[in-house]
């Protein structure tokens, strides 16, 4: 067993109860809360019909909402152009009328794009927390084309835009502005059971030409939260919403070419297949809710950008899958520098290798294959509830050895879990714990892998009056499997335990288990008008590992960090919000190495023109780099000096313009980075954007690898001269708020030559010039990456919840000439790289039983 030789967990939860002594009495202060009534639909009168023409008889007995009130630019003032908002019920559903008054209606501006995609239009949104909690919420939105759009909001003030709902909405134009009129089902909310008829209720505006979002009652941007600040709907009487069983069955029908290799049997191109496959949603209680999906398909998901990654740790990719993203918040647990649950490592690339020989080939799965996944969310009285499992089948590669056929694990079959319950609050503070859970079937193949990883955690935001904040966590990891996988998990640079210059850890080829925590306390100010501030300290001890189901690049660290913020939020003749903002972080390891320490100045701008630009500046000193050598000895780096600069245009012209750049040095390398995009938006239903990325970076001590030679082991460095290029393109065209065809491209290039190789001396040593001495080295690390991935969807919502994808995927891996960037060559020797193809259909069918 690992134990880190010195503070211990018992200590830390020691202090960790007596610091949170006392935190957890809600304050009982209330505050005056808006309200509005709801009008009654009795049974036998004429239902609400909706086409938008808010002519119903019961429009006219419900009661209007128009003290709207400006949100953005200006806090608090009265809204420029007038709302009127009305809220009916039947047993089945929430009506709700919006019309919106304009006196210029040719100015209204509506963008007609796939549901979901956030464009500059005017919209309307109603927003509804249910279950009146002042912390959870639905909005359903829609703009003057009918585009819709829905969120979850969650913890107050965080939004998942990837919740999808089952509802319908009309918006309509006409000579006094526009108007949309609203049918959300009872079924597609989540209620306490209290019975009362109240619930929490806002409604939202944006014009965007003014640029101006109005509300009812008052959202402040000055709040510490959003939903606390929503008004009550009163009246309400909640019909058939107790139980909901939704089922989404779909088919999928695949056909897939690769590049043959030679005299490689096992390969079959073209190939097809056909899979089935069903989502399940069902309301457990009013509140709680199972969402389910047997093998699931994700093929109409955007592929993942192309990447080198030349340090010491792992690349991140965010989540696209829908299964894992609708609800994700309800897992978010704040660590520090990591994620307790990455639902990328769920269905994770297989990491078993076959060593092959001259003659012999093999054919292994790019991803493990999910074969069910299920969650259940939702609120149990004051807390908040998630409980996620997923299970994945063991993959297998297909070898073809001189001696014969067989086949070779190379994943697994693994069973995740993942807990996560909050107690809530009436002043918006929380305590909560996670508990994550994985466990793998382990061969011998695959015996580098741990058989089993646990973590958890408390976290707690303790509220102390409406602006400021307590906030902090505690967690803790146990990883157990064989003394090799126990030995890899030392090994890698998360730990580095091998390090012949640390003597705070201990490499132990014997041990099995693996044992670590984690912690953080923060103090900020979270609301005001012109200032924000935060502090905070945490750290990760060495053993510290939560990457079986989390996300976690290194343990061993002590961070600090700091940030103020100054921010003018009223208007003026040239600017309508001005923020500055202040940084400075600081970084540790247990053995008092100081790995950070340096700060950022940046300051935002946004203009009446609605254009908006900034900058920052960034300062780090000489720090110490503990995985250099990637689990040899550390060294210092060099001083650093960096700025970033951004400007984007007014995205409602025709013509927009988006620029990032940033450039920096130490003193004996450079980087220079410029990313401009420009989109063109010729009618309202179609747009097209080509971005451009150039990445020149030098870099005079660039890590090569470790060469052992039989006098001692070397640890190889080269100044490298690198270079990438890539395009983003992207087609957007939206034939109607249901149908919309989306393309999607990217080529990728990066070369990099390696000259002056040297290697490590004295990492320590104060002068840059005496830790490297020139060496001979006989290798060549040159390289040049050729990447194209395109994914190309016709989606079509044929009724609500039903769904028709057509998918065409291609991609095309390969090398150029190692070291020397060319790029008209590159590009010709990257289309005339053999590619890979995937055309895709599924068809989905909703259905409520």
């Known amino acids: 067993m690992l134990v880190w030789k010195g503070v211990t967990t018992r200590l830390v939860l020691a202090l960790l109860a007596v610091a949170g002594a006392g935190l957890w009495t809600p304050s009982a202060a209330q505050v005056a809360v808006a309200e509005t009534s709801a009008f009654s639909v009795g049974e036998g009168a004429l239902p609400i019909v909706l086409d938008g023409e808010l002519n119903d008889p019961a429009w006219q007995r419900a009661t209007p909402i128009t003290a709207f009130l400006q949100r953005d630019p200006l806090d608090g003032a009265p809204a420029t152009l007038r709302t009127e908002a009305r809220v009916v019920f039947d047993a089945t559903a929430i009506y709700v009328a919006v019309r919106a008054f304009d006196g210029d209606p040719g100015r ?125 709907l009163t009246g309400v009487s909640i019909g058939t919403a107790s139980k909901r069983l939704e089922l989404v069955p779909y088919v999928v029908g695949e056909i897939g070419t690769v590049p043959l290799e030679p005299g490689n049997s096992l ?22 809710n199972l969402t389910a999906t047997v093998n699931p398909d994700f093929g109409q998901v955007e592929a993942d950008p192309a990447v080198v990654n030349l340090t010491a740790f792992e690349t991140f990719f965010s989540e696209k899958r829908p299964f894992f993203i609708e609800g994700s918040g309800t897992y978010q647990f704040q660590c520090t520098n990591c994620d307790l649950f990455y639902s990328r490592r769920i ?51 297909d070898v073809a050895f001189l001696s014969g056929p067989t086949r070779q694990m190379v994943e697994p079959g693994t069973l995740y879990s993942v807990s996560r319950v909050r107690r809530e609050f009436s002043d918006q503070s929380s305590l909560g714990f996670i508990f994550t ?37 505690w967690a803790g990891s146990d990883v157990s499997g064989s003394r090799l996988a126990i030995t890899e998990l030392q090994r890698s640079t ?7 210059d640390a003597t705070h850890v201990e490499f132990d080829p014997l041990a099995d288990t693996m044992r670590g925590h984690s912690g953080r306390v923060s103090f900020g100010k979270i609301a005001g008008e012109r200032t924000r501030m935060n502090v905070e300290v945490g750290y990760k001890s060495p053993g510290f590992d939560v990457n079986d189901v989390g996300f976690q690049p290194r343990a061993d660290e002590i961070p600090q960090r700091s940030w103020f913020q100054s921010r003018w939020n009223t208007p003026g003749k040239y600017t309508r919000s001005i923020e500055l903002n202040f940084n400075q972080w600081s970084t540790f390891n247990f053995a008092g190495d100081r790995l950070e320490f340096g700060g950022n100045i940046n300051a935002h701008w946004d203009f009446q023109n609605l254009w908006e630009t900034g900058f920052g500046v960034n300062i780090n000193a000489r720090n110490f780099d503990d995985r250099l050598t990637r689990g040899g000895p550390g060294g210092y780096n060099l001083p650093e000096r960096a700025s970033w600069q951004y400007f984007n245009s007014d995205d409602r012209r025709v013509v927009s313009v988006n620029w990032n750049s940033a450039f920096g040095g130490d003193g004996y390398g450079r980087f220079f980075e410029l990313q401009p995009a420009i989109v063109v938006r010729p009618i309202s239903s179609f747009s097209t954007e080509v971005g451009i990325n150039y990445n020149n970076n030098i870099n005079d001590a660039q890590w090569v690898e470790e060469d052992i030679q039989p006098d001692r082991t070397r640890y190889v460095f080269g100044r490298l001269e690198q270079k990438t290029h890539s395009l983003t393109l992207r087609v957007n065209y939206t034939m109607t708020p249901n149908l919309s065809l989306q393309l999607y491209g990217q080529p990728f290039i990066s070369t990099g030559n390696y000259v002056r190789y040297k290697e490590l001396v004295d990492g320590r040593a104060e002068r840059y010039e ?43 891996e390969g090398s150029g000439e190692p070291g020397r960037f060319a790029l008209g060559r590159d590009y010709s020797d990257l289309f005339s790289t053999p590619a890979a193809n995937t055309l895709l259909i599924k068809f989905a069918y909703w259905m409520n039983p």
């Open 108 to 232: 209204i501006v509506g963008f007609l794009t796939r549901r979901d995609e956030e464009s500059s239009s005017d919209w309307v949104d109603v927003l509804i927390d249910s279950y009146h909690d002042r912390r959870t919420a639905y909005q359903f939105g829609v703009n003057p084309v009918g585009v819709k759009r829905d969120t979850y909001w969650y913890n107050d003030s965080n939004r998942d835009d990837s919740w999808d709902a089952v509802w319908d909405v009309v918006s309509r134009r006409d000579a006094d502005g526009w108007c949309a009129e609203f049918r959300i089902p009872f079924s597609q909310l989540r209620f306490s059971g209290a019975g009362d008829g109240r619930l929490g209720f806002a409604v939202m505006r944006d014009v965007a030409r003014l640029k101006e979002t109005t509300t009812w009652p008052l959202l402040s941007r000055n709040a510490s939260g959003f939903v606390s600040s929503f008004g009550d």
């Open 267 to 288: 390969q079959n191109s073209p190939d097809h297949d056909i899979a089935v496959g069903v989502d399940v949603k069902y309301a457990v209680t009013p509140a709680l």
């Open 347 to 397: 269905g994770r690339s297989p990491r078993g290798t076959i060593t092959l020989e001259e003659g012999e080939y093999s054919v292994q799965p790019v991803q493990s294959t999910i074969l069910g996944a299920a969650k259940l969310t939702g609120r149990v009285g004051a807390f908040s509830v998630g409980v996620l499992g997923a299970v994945t089948d063991d993959e297998y590669a």
């Open 437 to 473: 859970t994985t466990n793998r079937h382990i061969e011998e193949r695959v015996s580098f892998l741990p058989d089993s990883a646990i973590t958890g955690g408390i976290d707690y935001d303790w509220r102390i009056g409406k602006r400021w904040s307590l906030e902090g966590y």
């Open 494 to 500: 998360v730990h580095s335990f091998q390090r012949p």
């Open 770 to 812: 005496d830790r490297y001495a020139p060496y001979n080295y006989d290798g060549n690390a040159d390289f040049n990456v050729l990447s194209f991935r395109t994914t190309n969807v016709l989606r079509w919502e044929y009724r609500p919840g039903s769904t028709l994808f057509v998918v065409w995927q291609q991609g095309r």
